[in-house]
């Protein structure tokens, strides 16, 4: 069983930065993929990125460029760097664990808000 606890959100004004932070209790596997999901009011969970073992990394064209995930195996932890924020990148954001083996299992975490405004 894992156990998710995001951090690191805040308000923030347009074209600022965050660093989002998400530790997992109960041991992240090598061949576990993280990823970070967001959802705004009113709307569907998106996909925003993800992060496999060799640092093979998938972004959503919302925000490619912007920002950057990465893991570190070691401290049970996946980061999400977000620059050059927008107003539409306000929303809760979700730290989830995709793992296939030795079952297929998906973890998450209670989210953190994120508000981009002046």
């Known amino acids: 069983q894992v156990q998710l606890v995001e951090s690191g959100g805040g308000l923030v004004q347009p074209g600022g930065s965050l660093r989002l932070s998400c530790a997992a209790s109960g041991g992240i596997y090598g061949s576990d993929t993280l990823g970070w999901f967001r959802q705004a009011s009113g709307k569907q969970r998106e996909f925003v990125a993800s992060?496999?073992?060799?640092?093979?990394?998938h972004y959503a064209d919302s925000v490619k460029g912007r920002f950057t995930i990465s893991r570190d195996n070691a401290k049970n932890t996946v980061y999400l760097q977000m620059s050059s924020l927008k107003p539409e990148d306000t929303a809760v954001y979700y730290c989830n664990v995709h793992r296939t083996w030795p079952s297929l299992s998906d973890y998450w975490g209670p989210g953190t808000q994120v508000t981009v405004s002046s």
């Open positions: 992060i496999r073992s060799g640092s093979w990394t």
